[in-house]
């Protein structure tokens, strides 16, 4: 079995590189999958922050942790949440068709 590399690239904030990785599909259906499971315990600052995506999509495509997100600043993860746009555009697309429909259930 081949092993499947992802396009990614690599940008500094201050003195941390950060990754940013295209998603694969079943990364994609697991984001759904979690999504859609109601017990799973939320944080309004890292879901609502940036309408664009949440800290917890950000750590999907990223090589950043929980903790590194919260020591930056916006204008920061401005930067990154744009590199894994250009990334990830298909995701993003996908978001925004999900956001339009009805509950899903």
């Given at each position: ?5 992802t396009?990614?690239?690599?940008l ?8 940013v ?21 939320r944080d ?27 020591a ?34």
């Amino acid at each position: 079995m081949t092993q499947h590399t992802t396009n990614a690239k690599e940008l500094m904030l201050g003195e941390v590189p950060v990754t940013v990785r295209e998603m694969t599909v079943l990364q994609v259906r697991n984001w759904l999958a979690e999504m859609q499971n109601p017990g799973v315990k939320r944080d309004l600052v890292g879901e609502a922050l940036f309408l664009d995506c949440s800290f917890t999509d950000l750590q999907r495509m990223t090589t950043l942790t929980h903790e590194q997100l919260n020591a930056l600043c916006p204008s920061q993860i401005r930067q990154v949440i744009d590199l894994c746009k250009e990334l990830n555009p298909d995701f993003f697309a996908f978001m925004g068709l999900l956001a339009g429909a009805p509950e899903m259930g």
